[in-house]
Structures are given as structure tokens and as C-alpha cells.
């Protein structure tokens, strides 16, 4: 039986990262009913993001591998943000829509390091590797970090 799930391990492991993304969004003051969900890699572009009509966050199973606790907190901080800003990711708006996210995250973490970590690893060439459409570019992560130093918080 090489290659098989053990679906009780799954559906555990499915069950707790849930409840890890549910428990980062109910720690904010005013989530308005927003929910936390895991998907799979080949769902939509394999990267993090937040449904506004359904007023859902979506993170992909292999963040939780790739990331620690605080750069996971980070990320539904930001897609978080995007929610509670109505924000559309329209190509005009895109990079100041993530720079108010990236700052709503930091803030909320009382610190940038997270960020620029998080964003440093996302955007790593064995990270992405087979991720052909992300959406990342290595040009819009140092742009972001470098709003996020602009910030004067701690590291």
C-alpha cells in the first residue's frame, strides 16, 4: 500500500491547522465572522489568500510545512487584512493593497521580522519551485520590505 494516505492522520492534521488559522483570525477584535480555511496545493495558485464575498482566508497545506508559527500568524494577518479592507487585487491597486495588509500584520505582531521572513521564504526558489503561477515576484518582495522597514517597528 506504498503512495496511500493514512486518512485519520489527514483528516487530523487537516482538522488542527484549521483550527490553528481559526484561532489567529478570532484573536483579532472585530472578525466580523471571518472563517479560516486550509486547502490543498493545487487549489487555485497555491498561495495564501482571502475570499471578501464569503469573507474567508484560504492557506494552502504546504505553508504550514514551509513556515514557522509566527510567519503562519503573519500570513493570516495579512489575508485578514485584505477582508476587513475590501480590497479587489486589481492590477492598479495591487502593491498598495499589499502594503496595507503587510503593515495591518506587522502591527498586529508589534514587529516587522515575522514579515520579512515570511515574505523572504515565500518568495525562496525552493519554496516555489513547481508553483508556476504564483503571483510573487522578487522585485514586489523587496518592495514590501523595504515599506515594512519604513514602518519604525522592532524587528
Not at 499589499?98 to 506587522?106: K, L, M, V
Request: proline share 5%; glycine share 6%.
Amino acid at each position: 500500500m506504498i503512495g496511500l494516505v493514512d486518512w485519520k492522520s489527514e483528516a487530523i492534521s487537516n482538522s488542527e491547522f484549521d483550527r490553528e488559522i481559526q484561532e489567529f483570525i478570532g484573536r483579532h477584535p472585530a472578525n466580523g465572522n471571518i472563517e479560516g480555511r486550509k486547502f490543498t496545493i493545487n487549489y487555485t495558485r497555491g498561495m495564501p489568500f482571502a475570499d471578501i464575498c464569503t469573507k474567508t482566508v484560504y492557506i494552502p497545506s504546504w505553508v504550514k510545512r514551509k513556515l514557522n508559527r509566527c510567519e503562519l500568524q503573519f500570513v493570516v494577518f495579512h489575508e485578514l487584512a485584505h477582508i476587513i479592507y475590501k480590497h479587489k487585487d486589481t492590477p492598479q491597486y495591487h502593491m498598495q493593497e499589499q502594503f496595507i495588509a503587510d503593515e495591518y500584520a506587522a502591527r498586529r505582531q508589534c514587529r516587522r521580522g515575522y514579515a520579512e521572513n515570511t515574505l523572504g521564504r515565500l518568495n525562496h526558489p525552493h519554496i516555489i519551485r513547481g508553483k508556476a503561477s504564483m503571483d510573487i515576484n522578487p522585485e514586489e518582495v523587496k518592495s514590501r520590505i523595504e515599506n515594512l522597514r519604513s514602518l519604525g517597528l522592532p524587528w
